[in-house]
């Protein structure tokens, strides 16, 4: 991973779904599982578990934050709101979603520069919807896991217990 200082983390600003400007320092603090996700994939149903996932350990500190991105496939077509009702009404998504952005190209979202960058995988795009990252309390990305991880497999639920801990 590379020696970038992880407060650069809580030096970037996002849009969430409703268009507000969120900066990312108002996770400081908390564990963080950020996604990118998509209404219209195969992983689709993964939404279920992470929100479980985010019902079962946000006491503890932990917040699941959903970027959906039409990157792959073009498996996430609709608008912002499309998307908030889509979440909320099929899945009971109430972790937080934020705009959609680009994870990968010549328009790829900051965050996902900063978390592509701080991987054990700094030169290798993100591979595909639902590629998760685990961020610990002090901004330091932890684990890069691939789409196909299920948000209830030992490996996320034993990367975000570890961040958990920092």
């Known amino acids: 991973m590379s020696g970038a200082p ?9 849009d969430d779904i409703d268009g507000k400007a969120v900066k990312l320092e108002k996770y400081r ?4 599982l950020i996604v990118n996700v998509a209404s219209k994939c195969g992983l689709t149903p993964q939404y279920k578990s992470l929100e479980s996932l985010y019902q079962k350990y946000k006491e503890q500190g932990l917040v699941v934050l959903g970027f959906p991105a039409n990157n792959f496939g073009g498996q996430e077509p609709g ?6 009702q889509f979440c909320s009404t099929t899945y009971g ?5 934020f705009a959609k952005v680009s994870v990968a190209g010549a328009d790829q979202a900051p965050l996902y520069k900063w978390l592509i ?7 290798d795009a993100i591979e595909w919807n639902f590629a ?7 901004g ?9 991880s299920a948000p209830e497999s030992p490996e996320v639920i034993a990367s975000i217990e570890r961040a958990l801990r920092k």
Do not use: C, H, W
């Open 117 to 123: 960058e701080q991987s054990d995988r700094p030169k």
């Open 132 to 138: 998760k990252f685990v961020v610990d309390r002090e």
């Open 6 to 14: 992880v407060s650069a983390l809580y030096d970037l600003q996002v």
């Open 29 to 32: 603090g908390k564990a963080l």
């Open 93 to 97: 998504v109430t972790f937080p979603m």
């Open 79 to 84: 608008s912002n709101q499309d998307i908030k």
């Open 140 to 148: 330091k990305l932890i684990a890069r896991l691939s789409p196909r």
